[in-house]
């Protein structure tokens, strides 16, 4: 595989961000999306990152900022390149931005039609901490992970 960049997320990056968006926002419609997307990088601008992979964005993760605690609002991969470390390499950037910010904890909301998410956060210590009923809308339950940060 080429070498991957991970680096700060930019505007021009929406449209590709949109479409991976719905990897793991099943519940979502895209222009709604992508206007949640842009609203996340304006306001957490220094929590907004992409994976770069021959000039072409093939993942992003973003965090929102809630008192001492944060909510990892989405970490997506491409499914092609899926496996290879590249969620891995997100994950640990966006852990040690949200360390500067003194963030003593991390949730993450996966959708019920993507458990198959929930090894990945395991395999990060990740825990189950809660199960939300329609969280998503009515018939869309979210299922909610915890990462204390030491």
């Known amino acids: 595989m080429d070498k991957v960049v991970i680096r700060k997320m930019r505007k021009e990056d929406l449209k590709v961000i949109s479409e991976l968006a719905m990897l793991a926002n099943p519940h979502a419609t895209k222009e709604k999306y992508s206007k949640h997307l842009l609203e996340e990088l304006k306001e957490n601008p220094d929590l907004s990152f992409v994976a770069v992979c021959n000039g072409k964005v093939i993942g992003y993760v973003q965090a ?4 001492d605690e944060a909510v990892l609002e989405d ?4 499914k092609e390149y899926q496996g290879k470390g590249i969620g891995k390499i997100l994950l640990n950037k966006e852990l040690k931005a949200l360390k500067k910010k003194k963030v003593k904890a991390v949730l993450a909301e996966v959708h019920y039609k993507c458990a198959s998410a929930i090894p990945f956060y395991y395999k990060h210590n990740f825990r189950i901490s809660a ?3 329609d969280y998503f809308g009515e018939g869309h339950d979210a299922i909610i992970l915890k990462l204390t940060l030491k």
């Open 131 to 133: 199960f939300r009923r």
């Open 75 to 78: 970490i997506v991969v491409e």
């Open 64 to 67: 929102d900022l809630c008192n």
